[in-house]
């Protein structure tokens, strides 16, 4: 009996891709490889601290990969390792198959003034020298002739259209500017590898996407290696695979769909096509690792009816109503519209029930920014929490005693004024009356204060 399989065009194209790459990168070899890296710092001592432990990566030519996790994670400790900055307190440092504990001094120079150009995020530009010269400094120990080097300096600053700027100071630039002079610097040697520590973490959001953009066309057109190290997920698209890091260990490597290293890169800030729901989720919850994923995805399969899709089609149509850009009952009709059109495929009870929900709620915080314009008394702030405590009665079912209003009064006054947490207004609704609290239902306690919680951050953006 012989066996039959059936393809889709599609199925072998994607195939034939993920063949190529194989080959790809079996065919060369890696620039950068790490083997069970270690950094610890007062090593013996009270305050030890591993900074890194047990890290195995491989990066090859033209890729572009992060390093991506929170503040002290790591990250920055094993570009700086990887740069020769720091040494390693075990394992191994590779770099174009060589082993680093046995490079030279003048290997190390090379290492670091050819191989290597590196972006910091507060720019470390020489503020007493002129742009030009700040792009021309790094030149002066490969021994390059000043004319040469001017004339790449120029040429770099033409690139990256502030060419007129190259007599000014590097203060009179802006921060974009600036980093785009560190940027020129750093490939000013022509290094094969360049590293980014966090070098959109100052900028503004404008100037941050052109220094994104022009890292991308670094890594697309001039075939650069892109080490990027950030905590920030909107930039994970740009990567051709990325390093999630927590507690000084990579916790997974993800990769981008881009077909091979150096290939068409996505547009920016334009999600790749995940492999499955957990990745999506990753994408998500970028700090969870993946036991904690797989938790949430069954936790919410459970309490959720909608989709993971339709769950980021709701949350758009959300963006769209509070930013004004749809009506309430444009947000109702891109509701219920029907999935396979674009909208998020709710019944028609369902979006009414949503979009009147919402829709009070904005009308509540309409009600409370008007009311909180004029706080003058205490009367008047007084009037603002009865409004408050009005709105989170609404669906509560029971009676309250005249003490518990007043109680309930007094809580609320204080969470909206900064007096007591949102932990603690929790704890003061469920604690008995005779006990100070409000004496609610545990459960109506969580509701009430999620509640009030909703209203107060959408007051916040309103007022921002």
Not at 59 to 67: L, T
Not at 71 to 84: E, H, V
Not at 389 to 401: C, M, Q, V
């Amino acid at each position: 009996m012989k066996l039959k399989f059936h393809f889709t065009r599609k199925q072998m194209a994607e195939a034939f891709v993920s063949l190529i790459h194989f080959v790809y990168n079996i065919a060369m070899d890696s620039l950068i490889k790490t083997e069970n890296l270690k950094v610890i710092y007062n090593r013996g001592k009270d305050n030890e601290f591993v900074a890194l432990n047990g890290i195995d990566i491989e990066i090859f030519p033209e890729e572009y990969i992060i390093f991506f996790g929170p503040s002290g994670c790591g990250k920055s400790t094993l570009l700086y390792t990887i740069l020769g900055l720091q040494p390693p307190s075990e394992g191994k440092v590779f770099i174009n198959g060589r082993d680093t504990a046995e490079f030279t001094e003048r290997d190390k120079n090379e290492q670091t003034s050819k191989f290597f150009g590196i972006i910091f995020q507060n720019f470390n530009l020489i503020y007493s020298l002129n742009v030009l010269d700040n792009i021309t400094l790094p030149e002066v120990f490969i021994d390059k002739p000043l004319k040469q080097r001017k004339e790449v300096a120029f040429a770099l600053l033409k690139r990256f259209g502030i060419e007129t700027r190259a007599a000014n100071l590097p203060g009179a630039l802006s921060g974009g500017q600036q980093q785009r002079v560190a940027i020129s610097r750093a490939l000013a040697n022509d290094p094969k590898v360049l590293l980014a520590d966090e070098p959109v973490g100052n900028l503004d959001s404008e100037s941050a996407g052109v220094v994104m953009n022009t890292l991308r066309d670094i890594n697309r057109d001039d075939k650069k290696t892109i080490i990027l190290v950030t905590h920030d997920p909107s930039y994970l698209s740009f990567a051709d695979r990325i390093y999630y890091f927590k507690d000084a260990k990579i916790e997974r490597m993800v990769k981008n769909r881009r077909g091979v290293p150096g290939g068409e890169p996505l547009k920016p800030g334009q999600a790749y096509e995940p492999v499955n729901e957990l990745e999506k989720l990753a994408r998500v919850h970028a700090y969870m690792n993946v036991p904690q994923l797989k938790a949430w995805s069954l936790t919410n399969y459970l309490i959720q009816e909608l989709t993971l899709n339709q769950t980021e089609r709701l949350e758009r149509a959300m963006e769209n109503l509070l930013a004004g850009k749809n009506s309430e009952h444009e947000f109702f009709e891109f509701l219920n519209k029907p999935y396979s059109e674009g909208g998020v495929g709710l019944y028609k009870t369902t979006a009414v029930h949503y979009t009147v929900m919402i829709g009070r709620i904005l009308r509540e915080v309409k009600l409370f920014v008007e009311n909180a314009k004029i706080l003058d008394t205490r009367e008047q702030k007084e009037k603002l929490v009865a409004l408050l405590k009005e709105f989170l009665l609404e669906e509560y079912k029971g009676e309250l005693k005249p003490a518990q209003m007043e109680r309930l009064q007094k809580v609320i006054y204080n969470r909206v004024f900064g007096v007591s947490t949102i932990d603690e207004f929790n704890r003061f609704l469920d604690w008995p009356l005779a006990d100070g609290g409000v004496g609610l239902n545990i459960m109506t306690a969580e509701r009430m204060a999620e509640k009030l919680e909703i209203i107060l951050a959408q007051v916040y953006q309103a007022q921002k």
